[in-house]
């Protein structure tokens, strides 16, 4: 982008010069129109040098929901190594630095449980966070361990689940909708732990906030577990009845 003000600015000026010869005011117009291009494109190239753009860093908010769920995780598979598929929505619900976030999250869990998790991300394709996107990406993930879906799940997800096939992979869900999809199959063990937002809280509070993790997801969140499904979900309702 510099480059390109950089040579607009010479063209102008250029311009300007070969103007100046036809018409003296006009041309002079042109030279300091191109002189105050190349002051501008020299006074950015300044501030980009001496004060670059801050990296945003992992949102600590959202890393908690990866540190409860780890948590969640590792008490399950009890020192066991494998494959752990990080199931994100497509990228237009999801961005990049949400995305990098979430995966940061895993990572203290994972040094304190000493480990060796092999995380591997993959997205929702499609139109639609329904059974036939939840269906083709875990024809992907028939390998794993586990399966951490931040894309919540869609109403009746316990469907894809023969009668008397085993509960592998391992589930565990962000419904950051605040859904209860995921009641049956949580009842029934086909889910592991659900992290749902803390109902009657803001989220938008959560934006920048610095502490340890199991602070920040004690004050945002919810974990759901077969024992408080109920429970949980109830909650859930009556806040969606408020808001309405």
Not at 145 to 159: C, L, N, Q, W
Not at 190 to 198: G, H, S, Y
Not at 206 to 214: L, N, Q, T, W, Y
Request: net charge positive; glycine share 12%; proline share 5%.
């Amino acid at each position: 982008m510099t480059f390109l003000l950089l040579l607009a600015a010479l063209a102008m000026a250029g311009v300007g010069v070969w103007m100046s010869r036809r018409g003296r005011v006009l041309g002079q117009a042109m030279m300091g129109l191109g002189g105050l291009g190349l002051i501008a494109v020299v006074i950015l190239q300044v501030r980009q040098n001496v004060f670059p753009p801050q990296l945003k860093g992992p949102s600590r908010y959202e890393m908690a929901v990866s540190y409860s769920l780890a948590n969640c995780l590792l008490g399950d598979v009890a020192g066991q190594s494998g494959k752990v598929v990080l199931l994100f929505p497509q990228r237009r619900v999801m961005d990049a630095d949400t995305e990098g976030s979430y995966e940061e999250g895993f990572l203290p869990a994972l040094r304190h449980g000493h480990v060796k998790l092999d995380l591997k991300a993959v997205r929702l394709e499609g139109a639609n966070r329904d059974l036939a996107a939840f269906k083709q990406a875990l024809a992907q993930a028939q390998e794993a361990m586990a399966v951490i879906s931040y894309a919540g799940v869609p109403a009746g997800f316990e469907t894809l689940f023969s009668a008397g096939q085993p509960a592998s992979p391992l589930f565990y869900v962000f419904d950051g909708d605040g859904t209860t999809n995921w009641l049956g199959a949580l009842k029934n063990g086909r889910i592991r732990a659900v992290v749902v937002p803390r109902p009657g809280v803001d989220a938008l509070g959560g934006e920048g906030i610095a502490g340890m993790p199991e602070a920040i997801f004690e004050r945002f969140y919810l974990l759901a577990t077969p024992a408080n499904a109920d429970e949980v979900a109830a909650g859930l309702k009556t806040e969606s009845r408020i808001r309405r």
